[in-house]
T-cell receptor, first 116, second 111 residues
Framework: SAVISQKPSRDICQRGTSLTIQCQVDSQVTMMFWYRQQPGQSLTLIATANQGSEATYESGFVIDKFPISRPNLTFSTLTVSNMSPEDSSIYLC?????????????FGPGTRLTVL | GQQLNQSPQSMFIQEGEDVSMNCTSSSIFNTWLWYKQDPGEGPVLLIALYKAGELTSNGRLTAQFGITRKDSFLNISASIPSDVGIYFCAGQLRNGNQFYFGTGTSLTVIP
């Protein structure tokens, strides 16, 4: 398995600002993903973070709003840009594709974002 | 994204009872994963399934990869209070890398 950490764990932000969330994996993973989860709801996939190239976004999510970086096999960032209260949510990073567990996906603890 | 429907949406059971939940989709999946999520935490992987018909156990948990590849099932035997939480299925499409999540089943165990 892989251990995933996220920073910050929570933040309260003002409308119109941007926040960058960092995701660090303790081992190399083939795939990294970003999800959003509203309280009491399921996880919605935002995008696949691709190493060395642009992220692949799901329907309803765009790069201008959620720019993603993945400079190597253990690190990724998600920026929530020009935030509004509707962006208040939990943002979760995941990794999949380790040497020992190719198709198993592991999650970070999440970043709880509140936008005022 | 893909739609994965879980049922039941919530369950209230007595400690010691067995639990069954399922996950269905209109799409064919290559991999099924089952997770448990506690409040304020990320989902924790319970079981991974890779082959149609596969039956895999992890302690008191047993999960099955449906023959049609469009569904999966999770059973918990002899439930205990720490089984409380939200259970999610997640599927990986045959022609992609992304994992899509089910709607979740909330489990409450009454001591």
């Amino acid at each position: 398995s892989a251990v995933i950490s996220q920073k910050p764990s929570r933040d309260i932000c003002q409308r119109g600002t941007s926040l960058t969330i960092q995701c660090q994996v303790d081992s190399q993973v083939t795939m990294m993903f970003w999800y959003r989860q509203q309280p009491g709801q399921s996880l919605t996939l935002i995008a696949t973070a691709n190493q060395g190239s642009e992220a692949t976004y799901e329907s309803g999510f765009v790069i201008d709003k959620f720019p993603i970086s993945r400079p190597n096999l253990t690190f990724s960032t998600l920026t929530v840009s020009n935030m509004s209260p509707e962006d208040s949510s939990i943002y979760l990073c995941s990794g999949a594709g380790t040497q020992s567990s190719y198709n198993e996906q592991f999650f970070g603890p999440g970043t709880r974002l509140t936008v005022l | 994204g893909q739609q994965l429907n879980q049922s039941p949406q919530s369950m209230f059971i007595q400690e010691g009872e067995d639990v069954s939940m399922n996950c269905t989709s209109s799409s064919i999946f290559n991999t099924w994963l089952w997770y448990k999520q506690d409040p304020g935490e990320g989902p924790v992987l319970l079981i991974a399934l890779y082959k149609a018909g596969e039956l895999t156990s992890n302690g008191r948990l047993t999960a099955q990869f449906g023959i049609t590849r469009k569904d999966s099932f999770l059973n918990i035997s002899a439930s205990i209070p720490s089984d409380v939480g939200i259970y999610f299925c997640a599927g990986q499409l045959r022609n992609g890398n992304q994992f899509y999540f089910g709607t979740g089943t909330s489990l409450t165990v009454i001591p």
